[in-house]
């Protein structure tokens, strides 16, 4: 993580009261302490839809703290706060994807020009504005790619539904 992100992350935690283990640790206010190994969790006999999930936010709050900023009440801070860690935030998390999705649009044709429905799977789209009456149409503007996920290569999922294990300094 970058010196500016770990900066305006214990900024904001300050003003909590507390600064995180790990920042602490990375500038020499905290000793490392062994980790002990915990033993695995039977694995479960099928994966489910909901483990993707779990999978995919938990690869965004390891790389890109992405559920801890989504859960932080930003009410209280200035619009450039939010604006200068929303970057790395976004940089991070957006890294995260493409080594592990390749994501590619839905219709690979610019927004605003005129697209034909046909040969596109139903649920491949999704019309908008003024739809007729049976749900189908020729075509319309593109508002928007969409996207589907070409290929997906997630890590191993960890034990139960932990997205991220709490962090506990020992002193």
Do not use: C
């Not at 992405?66 to 009440?73: A, G, N, Q, T």
Request: charge should be neutral.
């Amino acid at each position: 993580m970058s010196n500016i992100s770990n900066a305006f992350r214990a900024f904001f935690a300050l003003l909590g009261g507390k600064l995180p283990p790990d920042i602490a640790q990375a500038y020499g206010y905290s000793k490392a302490a062994p980790v002990k190994a915990t033993p695995m969790a039977t694995p479960k006999a099928e994966a489910g839809p909901s483990d993707g999930a779990v999978q995919i936010l938990s690869v965004l709050q390891r790389d890109a703290r992405l559920v801890d900023f989504l859960m932080e009440d930003l009410s209280g801070y200035a619009d450039e706060q939010v604006g200068a860690a929303v970057r790395d935030v976004q940089v991070q998390s957006r890294d995260s994807l493409q080594r592990y999705l390749r994501l590619v649009p839905v219709v690979d044709s610019i927004e605003g020009e005129y697209t034909k429905t046909q040969g596109l799977a139903p649920e491949a789209i999704r019309l908008v504005g003024k739809v007729p009456p049976n749900g189908k149409a020729p075509g319309g503007l593109l508002r928007h790619k969409g996207w589907k996920a070409e290929k997906v290569d997630l890590p191993k999922l960890p034990p139960g539904s932990i997205l991220a294990p709490a962090e506990i300094e020992i002193e």
